[in-house]
């Protein structure tokens, strides 16, 4: 039990903590959400702001079909809904946030960097790859992408076939309590890097 417990700290509890560190923090310091308290206060922001992302495309194909009805006319601007984030913040939120975002998330970069590896493993050499390119390549990529998109979206199965455990449920308590290490600590730096620059812009 005990090597089993960590076997899952050093696979799952530190790479999950460490990511979910890194996006929570990332977050924070650019504004991607509001100040928060708690990793659960940190989860309800990204829901909110999942919401009000998928409002804006929606209100932006509205427009664009008005447009559409109405030549000559520009369409309607739809609202930002805040500053944009960057790829990877928004696969996390397509993965849904949170912890399973997060493992979500791992799982996709896992699974596409081990396609990625057979995939140049597959050729000789650098132009027998060139040489092999085209229109046929290009689609085999997309489709896999989108069957990696899938097993990253239900990660557990993923997870739970590649595991030999008889305690499979450790490495997900252990998974968890990485992430929420992980995102408490995000929190506690932001917040005593916010009060470290209040203390020394009050001395001036």
């Known amino acids: 039990m005990l090597l089993e417990l960590l076997r899952a700290i050093a ?12 996006l929570v923090w990332w977050s924070l310091r650019h504004g991607y959400i509001g100040p928060s308290d708690s990793v659960r206060e940190v989860e309800q922001r990204f829901k909110q702001v999942s919401k009000e992302k998928a409002a804006a495309r929606k209100n932006r194909k509205r427009a664009s079909r008005h447009a559409g ?16 984030m960057n790829p990877v913040h928004a696969k996390w939120l397509k993965f849904g946030g949170g912890f399973y975002g997060v ?18 493993l597959g ?10 390119f085209g229109l ?13 998109f899938v097993v990253a979206i239900a990660w557990p199965v993923y997870w739970m076939s590649g595991i030999r455990s008889n305690h499979i449920w450790i ?24 009060i470290s620059q209040g203390d020394s812009s009050s001395q001036y």
Request: hydrophobic content about 50%.
């Open 11 to 22: 696979a799952a509890g530190l790479p999950v903590g460490l990511v979910a560190y890194a």
């Open 69 to 84: 009805k109405q030549v000559g006319q520009p369409p309607a601007l739809a609202p930002s809904g805040g500053p944009g």
């Open 103 to 120: 493992v979500g998330l791992l799982t996709y970069g896992v699974v596409e960097l081990r396609e990625l590896r057979d995939f140049l």
């Open 123 to 132: 050729f000789e050499s650098l132009s027998a790859l060139f040489a092999g």
């Open 136 to 148: 046929d390549m290009l689609i085999g990529l997309v489709i896999e992408a989108v069957k990696n």
């Open 171 to 194: 490495w997900f308590v252990v998974a968890y309590a990485g992430y929420w290490a992980g995102a408490k600590l995000a929190l506690r730096r932001f917040t005593g890097g916010q």
